[in-house]
């Protein structure tokens, strides 16, 4: 069975101030896709990235990266320069290729601070 | 339309009322999933459908909950005799594959409380 680890239930960081949020996860699976989904109050789920496993390079968006480490199997989220409205829930989330359903993290809950 | 909707966004129901809550997917996508998200923030998967069929629906409790995806009409999950445990926000997503590159969008979720 596949299971998604996030073992920070909250963060803080200060606007500006870069922050990483951990995620790990346990499959046999070599074909997966991993994702972090932010919540904020409102509750809509909004996706921020994707990394496909197959690719060894890390994926970016904008102020959001990942560090990706397929050996460890370890996907953790860095925001850079963050900004007040990066407040949400953070979600990791992990895809079998072919399958259908989202494995969910527990989520992170981060707080910017101005 | 270009972003998954659903009806309504509250739904309040006395224990052992039926709930029936509605997802209409972008337009183009073949695939529908459930999900339920407890108190807890834990989301548990209910249910998929590829087009109008069920495509995996492991996650369902099928002695109250049922869903259909009919053609021409948004997809709806019902809960028969809701209990004070449904109480989440329930949440639809659509994608166009399961195969390569994948993304869900999701809803709004409809928020159920049980009471």
């Known amino acids: 069975a596949q299971t998604v680890t996030q073992s920070q239930p909250e963060m803080s960081v200060q606007e500006a101030e870069t922050v990483t949020l951990s995620c790990t996860y346990d499959t046999s699976e070599n074909n997966y896709y991993l994702f972090w989904y932010k919540q904020p109050p409102s509750r809509q789920m909004i996706l921020v990235i994707r990394?496909?496993?197959?690719?060894?390079q890390n994926a970016t968006e904008n102020r959001f990266s990942v560090n990706f480490q397929k050996a460890a199997k370890s996907f953790s989220l860095k925001i850079s320069d963050s900004q007040l409205g990066d407040t949400a829930m953070y979600f990791c989330?992990?895809?079998?290729?072919?399958?259908?359903?989202?494995?969910f993290g527990t989520g992170t809950r981060l707080q910017v601070f101005p | 339309g270009e972003e998954v909707a659903q009806t309504p966004k509250h739904l309040v129901r006395g224990e052992g009322q039926k709930a029936k809550l509605y997802c209409a997917p972008i337009?183009?996508?073949?695939?529908v999933f459930w999900y339920q998200q407890v108190l807890k923030n834990e989301f548990k998967f209910l249910i998929s459908f590829q087009n109008e069929n069920v495509f995996d629906e492991t996650g369902m409790p099928k002695e109250r909950f049922s869903a259909k995806c009919l053609p021409n009409s948004p997809c709806s999950l019902e809960i028969q005799a809701t209990k004070l445990e449904d109480s989440a926000v329930y949440f639809c997503?659509?994608?166009?594959?399961?195969?390569?590159?994948?993304?869900?969008?999701f809803g709004p979720g409809t928020r159920l409380t049980v009471t």
């Open positions: 997503a659509s994608s166009q594959s399961t195969l390569g590159p994948h993304e869900q969008y």
């Open positions: 989330a992990f895809f079998v290729y072919n399958t259908d359903k989202l494995i």
């Open positions: 337009k183009g996508h073949s695939y």
């Open positions: 990394q496909e496993a197959y690719k060894q």
